[in-house]
């Protein structure tokens, strides 16, 4: 059996989700917040110890303003309501991507980092105005500033992965093969999981279905 460390997901579909069942595509983006709680129990359940979380991307900025602020401001009241309890869940929640949000939001963002520093049962890497291109350019910029060699170790120690294991299974939601800027770097060698369902309608059925499968798995790295 493949162990497990590292989940990462791509959270899509929440727009056509509203759109189809509420006339909004907003309205999905708040139903979706319903599945992140769940994947979050279901994968500490599976005691698994990182999640890591597509929720915004640097292409996302092309969106209509309006959407945009929707979706700041559902984040903004989802840390404020939660933050407490996944702390005393004993969860850490890291941001990765440049916070260049209002100063309220990226200072709420900065105070649930610290809250929950210490936190060893899951870390919950958030993926927020992130993109993976950006990501590299940075590090292989940071290498060349410190004349450091170029190898993967070093270039890792600039990643906002850094300390991190790679993900082992990617899955992106929402019937949409590709990967949207994610993690192409970490990404080299994850399983990866389609899947045709639009994130509010996933759940941890589907979940544990891909866990199971995943683990069954023969991984080769290169290897017979
Ligand atoms: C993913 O759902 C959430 C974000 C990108 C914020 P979408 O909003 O992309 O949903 P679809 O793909 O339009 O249905
Ligand atoms: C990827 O979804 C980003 C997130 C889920 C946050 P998108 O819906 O933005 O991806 P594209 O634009 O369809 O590739
Ligand atoms: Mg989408």
Do not use: C
């Not at 162990?3 to 791509?10: D, E, K, M, Q, R």
């Not at 640097?58 to 945009?68: A, F, G, L, S």
């Amino acid at each position: 059996m493949n162990p497990l460390n590292h989940v990462a997901i791509i959270m899509d579909g929440n727009g056509r989700w509203g759109l189809k069942n509420k006339n909004s595509r907003n309205a999905g983006h708040r139903e979706g917040l319903n599945t992140v709680e769940k994947i979050i129990k279901e994968t500490i359940k599976n005691k698994i110890k990182f999640l890591t979380l597509y929720a915004f991307s640097t292409e996302n900025w092309k969106r209509p303003k309006k959407e945009i602020q929707f979706l700041f401001n559902l984040l903004e009241s989802f840390l404020k309501d939660k933050i407490e309890d996944l702390n005393k869940q004993k969860i850490r929640l890291k941001i990765i991507g440049k916070k260049n949000f209002s100063t309220k939001l990226n200072s709420l963002l900065i105070k649930s980092e610290k809250k929950t520093f210490r936190n060893k049962r899951l870390q919950i890497n958030l993926a927020l105005n992130y993109g993976s291109k950006t990501e590299l350019i940075n590090a292989f910029k940071e290498l060349r500033d410190n004349k450091e060699k170029i190898n993967e170790k070093n270039l890792n120690k600039y990643l906002e992965t850094r300390n991190l294991p790679d993900p082992d299974f990617l899955i992106r939601t929402g019937n949409t093969n590709r990967l949207s800027n994610f993690l192409l770097w970490q990404l080299a060698y994850s399983e990866i999981f389609f899947e045709k369902k639009l994130w509010p309608d996933f759940n941890e059925k589907d979940y544990n279905k891909i866990i199971k499968k995943y683990k069954s798995i023969k991984r080769n790295f290169g290897n017979i």
